[in-house]
């Protein structure tokens, strides 16, 4: 379908469409598919199915791209999250999903409800959630509402998770200037599920009982898949009775609840009601499922009185699921759900008509035919335009303009690598006793499998300045460095979500981001044999056509064998050799060096080689699973002295550094790298040499003195402590 | 011995109770659902963590006043060891079971970090693995943990000895830094601090361990 609106509407049908989020033309097709004047219902509902949160209508074309198979991938994208097998009859449930338009409205509860909702996604499919991540993105510090946010974003997060009884043990948190009107919020949950019982969301069964259980229905979160379809102006604060309020106690209830239902065999479709609610979860499954679904609006449970057919149909309360159960088996699920203290209501029945009938005061307020509100929604083929080519600067342009030491602690000491202690201390990253390397611990988060010795490995990763400065490369170091993360920790990657957040598709430079992200990320997920599970689209990320950072963040999951052979980033000890895995070139292109010391965020990325990328890996996986690896950790934001800095302060133990003091080998941010801590040396760069993996002895550890060649030297407190103290006194408005 | 795990709606540490449990007792601990009309006599009650009723009214408030506490009050007036550990402690306060009240923390924040406490005393069914003034490191994970009495309350807490672990730093404005108390029978022991989080390697510390490992000896019959 074309961009261009070819339907003239009379004035009052314009009104009417743009109430609904439609173009003239969706509209003038809507028209066409109801064969008749739409009651209000109808419309709403065709706004919802349409938006672009719920249609995907910019983005489908693109991510059929992405490559979504393997030989672990149970499910794919399409359901309420993806599925990976991890083999001993256990399967991963997992998905990214973004809350950021009404997370910006309204900080704790766009949080909060972004994190209830990923949890549903998880635990719709028969998933314990076992961990939490998430992903964060907020303007610059300076900025007036910067504090606010943080603050309500990270309360609204912590509460929820908290409440739920499930760890968040890990994630990344930005700040740049492109996000001042439009943050980002990220939640991932990962869940861990019998691999023969998952459960799926298409309808079967004609006369099968449609149920909802949950919290009752109220007003709250209105058309809000429209809003986070929308761009912001100034006036979005007056969109605050769109943005959805959260419960934990009823998701807590509602998760025990459906995970007991889910040990009978009374099931036959269940999806939660996430964007557009009732509307999109009915007509989802009856689409999958190729039958109709009859509802009697009077029967779904309410919180308030005279709430219209509309109101109900799109209200985004939330904690609540919709089941087609067995026949006859309404009793048996009614009883679980009265023990968890939560309504239970029968509230229609499929049929084999494929049209969704609902009343409302035995009035017919909605008759229409389930396929095209799904199949035939509009797909857009926007126009792109591609990012100009950005130049590679070169690092001997840019010299120290101080000891290595001074810029080191400038650096950790900046909002970008600043601890972000403050934020995680609010998140209980221990319940359910699994957590093996919790936040700052390891490159990735490890969670231990309930009673057994292997565990899974969590990552979210992305870098937006490199997107916006070459989208293609920006893509591809995305779901490499989530690949080399859980690498780092000794994990196999698994598979990947992508939560793509972007500007408005209907400028063709942010489309062009898009697509070349889109073709970056597909390149390493191709390259590194690493698929896309799961993922969700957030476009319109801009305030008065000021468009955010193109952000594709990537969630991953890996697998360890044997918990006890993790790597962590810590130095362990005196005395050990430290090694460079992976090739410097000194690329400072958008390293954080330029940005932070000269006030530059210019040039190339550094470029991604994704068959050195998966040789380095390979390397330096095996070695951990060896037991050579005393510590270990990726080369990624602020370059090699960063890392090292990093791997001190976690430990308190200092290093003495064989390195010059040249910025680009400090400092450049090239890809593929790790630091390994080791006892066996010599025997690692043997077998590195026999690799073809570049290896180089680059100091030892010891001492309480992070050190380098000459006299540049910085205590390993003197860095904690500009590493800790940003963010709490930021927080704390003592900036 | 025989342990039993308390289970509210909003429970939920009670898998990592049970595991620290089942581990130094050998013997699967009962989950008792607060709505259970069954609860066999056991040798040592648990109220686990969590955010019982949500939280909602006051911590622990809601589950204070449920049915099962009665039982709990009666099991406790017959001799029964009963643990609160978090949300079960604040429960234990609500109930009465335990002097003082359990406010919002001093940084208005929730706090998940490792922290240092010091044991206060060994002679109880609790600590009899541990010597008086142990340092034991154990996370907390709560956001209404900071312990306050009335002067005269605090005065007797610490007079009759009934403070059983102390933080080492301020964690949560606690007066006295206290973690944890005993009733006066020092039977009935709550506490912010998780010690079911501090039993593994893999969790950083086995500090916790000896508390569960003291009990079982104690309770063996």
Known sequence: MSEQNQAKLAPEDEALAREHGLSPDEFARALAIVGRRPTKTELGIFGAMWSEHCSYKSSRNWLKKLPTEGSQVICGPGENAGVVDIGEGQALVFKMESHNHPSFIEPYQGAATGVGGIMRDVFT???????????????????????????????????????????????????????????LVNAMTVGLADASRIFYSAA??????????????????????????????????????????GDPFTEKLLLEACLELMETDAIVAIQDMGAAGLTSSSIEMAAKGKVGIDIDLDLVPQRETGMSAYEIMLSESQERMLIILKPGREADAAAIFRKWELDFAVIGR????????????????????????VDEAPRYNRPTEPTPPAERIRAADYPLPSPAATVLLKLVGCPDLASRRWIWEQYDSLVRGDTSAGPGEADAAIVRLPDSDRAIAITTDCTPRYCLADPETGGRQAVAEAWRNLTAAGARPIAVTDNMNFGSPERPRIMGQFALCIAGMSDACRALDFPVVSGNVSLYNETNGEPILPTPAIGAVGLVDDVHRVARIGFPAAGLAILLVGETKGE???????????????????????????????????????????????????????????????????????????????????????????????????????????????????????????????????????????????????? | MQSAIIVFPGSN?????????????????????????????????????????????????????????????????????ILGICNGFQILVEAQLLPGALLRNASLKFVCRKVKLTVERSDTIFTRRYNAGDVMSVPVAHGEGNFVADAETLARIEGEGLVAFRYVEDTNGSMNRIAGIFDPTKRILGLMPHPEDATDPLHGSTDGKALFAGLTEALAA
Not at chain 1, 358 to 365: D, P
Not at chain 1, 595 to 614: H, N, Q, S, T
């Open chain 1, 204 to 245: 079967a069964g004609v006369g099968n009982p449609v149920v909802y259980v949950g919290s009752k229905t109220g007003r709250d979160g209105i058309k809000g898949a429209v809003m986070a379809s929308d761009v912001f102006t100034e006036d979005s604060a007056s969109q605050r009775p769109t943005v959805q309020v």
């Open chain 1, 588 to 735: 400072v292109g958008q390293s954080l060096y330029l940005r932070e010391i000269y006030g530059k965020e210019i040039g190339a990325p550094p470029p991604v080689d994704l068959k050195a990328e998966r040789r380095n890996g390979d390397f330096v996986r095996e070695a951990i699973s060896d037991g050579a690896v005393a510590a270990c950790h990726d080369v990624s934001d602020g370059g090699l002295l960063v890392a090292l800095a990093e791997m001190a302060m976690a430990s308190g133990i200092g290093a003495k550094l064989a390195l010059p003091s040249e910025p680009g080998l400090l400092f450049g941010e090239d890809q593929g790298r790790y630091i390994i801590v080791t006892a066996e040396a010599r025997s690692l760069e043997s077998k590195a040499a026999a690799a073809g993996v570049p290896v180089r002895r680059i100091g030892t550890t010891g001492g309480d003195v992070l050190s380098l060649e000459g006299d540049s030297a910085i205590t390993v407190a003197a860095l904690m402590v500009a590493n800790e103290s940003w963010l709490p006194n930021y927080m704390a408005g003592k900036d």
């Open chain 1, 350 to 373: 499929l049929t084999d008509t494929r049209r969704l009938i609902l009343k409302r005061h035995g009035k017919v307020e909605a008759d229409l035919p389930v396929d095209p509100l």
């Open chain 1, 125 to 183: 499919m028969g998933a314990r959630p076992i961990a939490n991540m998430n992903a964060l993105r907020f303007g610059d510090p300076s900025h007036p509402l910067t504090r606010h946010l943080v603050a309500g974003v990270v309360a609204g997060i912590g509460d929820y998770g908290n409440c739920m009884g499930v760890p968040t043990v890990g994630g990344e948190t930005n700040f740049h200037a492109a996000y001042n009107g439009n943050i």
């Open chain 2, 13 to 81: 540490r009670e898998r990592d109770a049970a595991v620290a449990l089942r581990r130094a007792t050998g013997r699967e601990p009962l989950h008792i659902w607060h709505k259970d009309a069954d609860f066999p006599k056991v040798d040592l009650i648990v109220i686990p963590g969590g955010f019982s009723y949500g939280d909602y009214l006051r911590c622990g408030a809601m589950a204070a006043h449920s049915p099962i506490m009665q039982e709990v009050k009666k099991r406790a007036q017959e001799g029964v060891p």
